[in-house]
């Protein structure tokens, strides 16, 4: 899970973060993203006093009753390993972001591309799981796919067709081994599942479980085989509920 905290004291700028953020999370599903707002330094001191943990602090620099980079400080008196992003509308505070260790400097008025580009760079640095890949091979040569952008793979005639999590489609060259084999580094990793002999699944890509089938969250349909049901059922189930009480 990636717990956000933002601070400004601009609403407009507030909502164009929470926006970015809301659509980073559609575009990633497997990843768990929450976040928060307030309105200046105050209230976001009183949410770290009452013990409430982020892992991303996006700060602006200009406000009112403290201004971004005395709050940064106190940020890192009680968390020396939190990640700060500056927002600003001016380049001229880059040199006080970076004593205090921030992260990174975003300028005002917030892109899309680069507010995607920091959160990818944040992740990847911080978060084990998502620098997990595998070297596929396609007809135009070798592609690292990443575990965290795989939605599912299926196999037909010693072709495998892996479905990202952005609707993209990765297509390799004949392959030599058995599906599950060519498979098992994903199937180590408890984030995904064979339901049937041709398919495995991220379950976090799952949006629902039929009585026969996963339908998942690009609406595509994957068959679970009857002798795999109960345990596919049964993995499924216990995922939910421990992505819940994480969430909880």
Do not use: W
């Not at 575990?147 to 299926?154: A, K, Q, V, Y």
């Not at 408890?190 to 479980?209: E, G």
């Not at 059922?233 to 909880?248: F, P, Q, T, W």
Request: aromatic share 10%.
């Amino acid at each position: 899970m990636l717990n956000i905290a933002i601070c400004d004291d601009t609403r407009e700028d507030i909502t164009k973060c929470s926006a970015l953020i809301s659509e980073y999370r559609e575009k990633h599903p497997e990843i768990d993203i929450k976040s928060n707002s307030f309105d200046g330094a105050e209230s976001m001191l009183f949410s770290l006093d009452r013990d409430d943990k982020y892992d991303l602090f996006l700060l602006d620099i200009l406000m009112p009753e403290m201004n971004g980079i005395d709050l940064g400080k106190k940020i890192r008196d009680r968390y020396p390993d939190a990640a700060l992003v500056y927002m600003t509308t001016s380049e001229d505070y880059a040199v006080d972001a970076y004593s205090v260790y921030a992260f990174q400097y975003l300028v005002k008025p917030l892109t899309r591309a680069d507010f995607f580009k920091m959160l990818d760079a944040f992740i990847m640095m911080n978060d084990e799981q998502t620098s997990m890949s595998m070297a596929v091979k396609t007809a135009e040569g070798t592609e690292t796919v990443f575990f965290n952008t795989i939605s599912h793979l299926e196999c037909r005639g010693h072709v495998i067709f892996f479905t990202l999590t952005n609707g993209r489609t990765i297509t390799t060259s004949h392959i030599r081994v058995p599906f599950l084999t060519y498979a098992a580094p994903l199937l180590k990793d408890d984030r995904f599942i064979s339901p049937h002999k041709s398919f495995v699944v991220t379950l976090d890509c799952v949006a629902k479980l039929s009585a026969a089938d996963f339908r998942m969250l690009g609406g595509e349909i994957v068959p679970i085989s009857r002798n795999n049901y109960t345990d596919v059922k049964h993995d499924y189930l216990d995922h939910i509920s421990a992505k819940n009480s994480r969430e909880g």
